[in-house]
Antibody, heavy 122, light 109 residues
Framework: QVQLQESGPGLVKPSQTLSLTCTVSGASISSGGYCWTWIRQHPRKGLEWIGYIYYSGSTYTNYNPSLKSRLSMSVDTSKNQFSLEVTSVTAADTAVYYC????????????WGQGTLVTVPS | QSALTQPASVSGSPGQSITISCTGT?????????VSWYQQHSGKAPKLMIYDVTNRPSGISSRFSGSKSGNTATLTISGLQAEDEADYYC??????????FGGGTKVTV
C-alpha cells in the first residue's frame, strides 16, 4: 500500500520561501510510471493543481502556469522523497498542501498524503 | 474562478440517485477522456472515485458511476447513503498540458 506524508513548516513569513517535502513509502519514485504531484486547498475553498515532477533516470516537471515563476520541484531518490518550493509567498499562499501520486498524468490521483496546513500571515 | 463548473450543492434522500455535473470546454472535458472525480470528507484528503471518465478504482462501490457528453461530465451516485455526504470535485486534463479542477459540489443526504 502506497503512503505519502507531507512535512515542513506550518508558518512561513511573507516574502520568504515555502518548502515542503513528501515522503513516499510502499512505492519507489525512481521506478517511473507515476507523476508525483502537489495540490493545495485554500481555506474553505476548492482544490488547485500546483504541478508535478516525474522521475525515470532524469526529471521532468510541469507547473501550473499561474504559479510557475515561483515554483521549484525536486526529487531525492535516496530518501524516496520529492519536494516543493514556493518563493516570495504572500497570504494568498495560505492553504493545506497535499502531495499525491498521479497514475496518468491525467489527474488520476490514486494516493494522497494527509495534507499539511501552511499559513502565511498577512 | 474555477476552470470547470460544478453546482455548489446537490441533495437527495437515502436510496435515491443524484447526479453532479462538471462543465468544461472544448479545451479540456470536451476533448479528452481524462476526467476524474474525488470525494472529500471534512478535514480529510480527497479520495479518487472515478478516473478516465468511467473507470472505478479497486474498492470503490459500483454505486458510483461516471459519464461524459460533449463538454460536460457527470458523476452519478445511486442508492444514496449517509456516508456519501461529502464534497465532490471533478478534474480534467487540458490542451495546455495542465489539470483543471472544478469548484466542488457539496452533497447532502
Amino acid at each position: 500500500q502506497v503512503q505519502l506524508q507531507e512535512s515542513g513548516p506550518g508558518l512561513v513569513k511573507p516574502s520568504q520561501t515555502l518548502s515542503l517535502t513528501c515522503t513516499v513509502s510502499g512505492a519507489s519514485i525512481s521506478s517511473g510510471g507515476y507523476c508525483w504531484t502537489w495540490i493545495r486547498q485554500h481555506p474553505r475553498k476548492g482544490l488547485e493543481w500546483i504541478g508535478y515532477i516525474y522521475y525515470s533516470g532524469s526529471t521532468y516537471t510541469n507547473y501550473n502556469p499561474s504559479l510557475k515563476s515561483r515554483l521549484s520541484m525536486s526529487v531525492d531518490t535516496s530518501k524516496n522523497q520529492f519536494s516543493l518550493e514556493v518563493t516570495s509567498v504572500t497570504a494568498a499562499d495560505t492553504a493545506v498542501y497535499y502531495c499525491a501520486r498521479d497514475r496518468a498524468p491525467h489527474g488520476a490521483f490514486d494516493s494522497w498524503g494527509q495534507g499539511t496546513l501552511v499559513t502565511v500571515p498577512s | 474562478q474555477s476552470a470547470l463548473t460544478q453546482p455548489a450543492s446537490v441533495s437527495g434522500s437515502p436510496g435515491q440517485s443524484i447526479t453532479i455535473s462538471c462543465t468544461g470546454t472544448s479545451s479540456d472535458v470536451g476533448v479528452y477522456n481524462y476526467v476524474s472525480w474525488y470525494q472529500q470528507h471534512s478535514g480529510k484528503a480527497p479520495k479518487l472515485m472515478i478516473y478516465d471518465v468511467t473507470n472505478r478504482p479497486s474498492g470503490i462501490s459500483s454505486r458510483f458511476s461516471g459519464s461524459k457528453s460533449g463538454n460536460t461530465a457527470t458523476l452519478t451516485i445511486s442508492g444514496l447513503q449517509a456516508e456519501d455526504e461529502a464534497d465532490y470535485y471533478c478534474t480534467s486534463y487540458t490542451t495546455s498540458n495542465t489539470l483543471a479542477f472544478g469548484g466542488g459540489t457539496k452533497v447532502t443526504v
